[in-house]
């Protein structure tokens, strides 16, 4: 069974600050996904990437997929509030088979 | 282009009953998913139908089931309701994009059983 660990797990940062959440496992995937969920509702689809050692930038976030495909992160910079919300990865093969869930970074972000 | 659509929003039952929740996935979209979120296991997958076979099942008992319709729409049912299955159940409709498959979640369907 393919499992994913993040860290931290909980996360509470002052607006402006940067961070980095890990997301790891000891199996390659073919595509790892991020998801922001915030109270109340679904996860929300903020990335996927497919190649390893790949970097994709959206406004202040920074994904990377590790050169092995195991392991990614998401660094944001200068949080705001707004990016307050329960991080998740996700990986899985091409085909969207087999996908799995990691436990989540909840990030908290003060005013 | 209208999201995925669950209902009802919540539900309140009572041990020994069962339910049945409903999806509606984007338009054009056949593949349907289903997790359960538990604060405890974080998502588990369910099951996913396409063009109403389904073609994954993960590691639940067999009192959850679900289909699939032939205009994409997805239930899923638990039956003889017990106090863990107490969660948010998230539906996901997926279609392949340019960099492989991508999920549109649902809000979701708060469950909790008494």
């Known amino acids: 069974t393919q499992l994913l660990e993040q860290s931290p797990q909980f996360l509470s940062i002052q607006e402006g600050e940067n961070l980095t959440v890990y997301c790891n496992s000891s199996?390659?995937?073919?595509?790892l996904q991020w998801y922001r969920q915030e109270p109340g509702e679904g996860p929300v689809l903020l990335v996927t990437?497919?190649?390893?050692?790949e970097v994709k930038k959206l406004k202040r976030l920074t994904f990377q997929f590790g050169d092995a495909r195991k392991d990614s992160s998401l660094h944001i910079t200068a949080a705001q509030p707004g990016d307050t919300g329960l991080y998740l990865c996700a990986g899985g093969d091409n085909y969207g088979q087999n996908f799995v869930f990691g436990p989540g970074t909840r990030l908290s972000v003060l005013p | 282009k209208a999201g995925v659509t669950q209902t009802p929003r919540y539900l309140i039952k009572t041990r020994g009953q069962q339910v049945t929740l409903s999806c509606s996935p984007i338009?054009?979209?056949?593949?349907v998913s289903w997790y359960q979120q538990t604060p405890g296991q974080g998502l588990q997958f369910l099951f996913e139908?396409?063009?109403?076979?389904?073609?994954n099942k993960g590691n639940f008992p067999g009192r959850f089931s679900g289909r699939q319709f032939s205009n994409s729409r997805s239930e899923m049912n638990v039956s003889t309701l017990e106090l863990g299955d107490s969660a948010l159940y998230l539906c996901a409709s997926s279609t392949v994009t340019g960099d492989g498959y991508g999920y549109t979640f649902g809000s979701g369907t708060r469950l909790t059983v008494v």
């Open positions: 338009s054009g979209h056949r593949s």
């Open positions: 199996s390659v995937f073919s595509s």
């Open positions: 139908y396409f063009s109403e076979t389904q073609r």
């Open positions: 990437v497919v190649t390893g050692g």
